[in-house]
C-alpha cells in the first residue's frame, strides 16, 4: 500500500531563521511527486512537481528536492507569509489519472 | 480566469440525510476529482471524473457517489450521513488525466457538519 508520511506536524519558526520539511514515501514506482500550499480555510494551492531521483525546483524561498525513498522542501530565510500548512503528496506509476496519496501535512507558523 | 468553485461554502445537515455538494471546474478543464480532508485522516481521495466518466474510485462506502456533466460541472452525493461524514470537501480541475506533469487546482471546499 502506497504510504506518505511528513515531519514535523508542526514547526514553529523566527522570521530569517531557515529549515527543511520531509516527506517520506513507499509507493511501488514513482510517477511524481506534489508539493502543495494550504492556507487556513482554502484548498491547497500546487507548488512544485519532482519526477525522478536527484531533482530540485525552486520557487521564491522554497526550493523541493527528491532522492529515491523521500522529499525535501528546504525554506530560507522564511518570511510570515510563508506560514501555511505544506502537504505531499505521490502519484504512483500503476494510479490511473489524478490519484493522489497525501502525507498529513506540517504545519509552518513563522512568527516576526 | 476563474479558479474552481465549489457551492455552498458551508452545510450543516443531521444523521441520515442526504447532501449534494457541486463543484465548476475551471474552463476548459475535463478532469474533476473530489477528496475528504479530515483532521485526523488528513486528505484522502473519493474519485475522479473524465469526460463524464468515473476513472477512479477511492476506498470510501457506496454511501459516497458522484457524476460529472457534459460542461465538465460535477456533482457529488452522500447519502444515509453519519456523524464521520463532516470534513471538508474539496474539488480539484485537471486539463486531462493520467500525465504527471499535470497539476491539479483546488478549490475552496465545502465544510460539511453531520449532526
Known amino acids: 500500500e502506497d504510504q506518505v508520511t511528513q515531519s514535523p506536524e508542526a514547526l514553529r519558526l523566527q522570521e530569517g531563521e531557515s529549515s527543511s520539511l520531509n516527506c517520506s514515501y513507499t509507493?511501488?514506482?514513482?510517477?511524481?511527486l506534489f508539493w502543495y500550499r494550504q492556507d487556513p480555510g482554502k484548498g491547497p494551492e500546487f507548488l512544485f512537481t519532482?519526477?525522478?531521483a536527484g531533482e530540485e525546483k525552486e520557487k521564491e524561498r522554497l526550493k523541493a528536492t527528491l532522492t529515491k525513498k523521500e522529499s525535501f522542501l528546504h525554506i530560507t530565510a522564511p518570511k510570515p507569509e510563508d506560514s501555511a500548512t505544506y502537504l505531499c503528496?505521490?502519484?504512483?506509476?500503476?494510479?490511473?489519472?489524478?490519484?493522489?496519496?497525501f502525507g498529513g501535512g506540517t504545519r509552518v507558523l513563522v512568527k516576526p | 480566469k476563474a479558479g474552481v468553485t465549489q457551492t455552498p461554502r458551508y452545510l450543516i445537515k443531521t444523521r441520515g440525510q442526504q447532501v449534494t455538494l457541486s463543484c465548476s471546474p475551471i474552463?476548459?478543464?475535463?478532469?474533476v476529482s473530489w477528496y475528504q480532508q479530515t483532521p485526523g485522516q488528513g486528505l484522502q481521495f473519493l474519485f475522479e471524473?473524465?469526460?463524464?466518466?468515473?476513472?477512479n474510485k477511492g476506498n470510501f462506502p457506496g454511501r459516497f457517489s458522484g457524476r460529472q456533466f457534459s460542461n465538465s460541472r460535477s456533482e457529488m452525493n452522500v447519502s444515509t450521513l453519519e456523524l464521520g461524514d463532516s470534513a471538508l470537501y474539496l474539488c480539484?480541475?485537471?486539463?486531462?488525466?493520467?500525465?504527471?506533469?499535470?497539476?491539479?487546482?483546488f478549490g475552496s471546499g465545502t465544510q460539511l457538519s453531520v449532526l
Open positions: 480539484a480541475s485537471s486539463w486531462t488525466t493520467g500525465k504527471t506533469n499535470e497539476k491539479l487546482f
Open positions: 509507493v511501488s514506482g514513482l510517477r511524481g
Open positions: 519532482l519526477y525522478s
Open positions: 503528496a505521490v502519484l504512483p506509476i500503476k494510479a490511473a489519472g489524478n490519484k493522489l496519496t
Open positions: 474552463s476548459g478543464h475535463r478532469s
Open positions: 471524473y473524465f469526460s463524464e466518466t468515473q476513472r
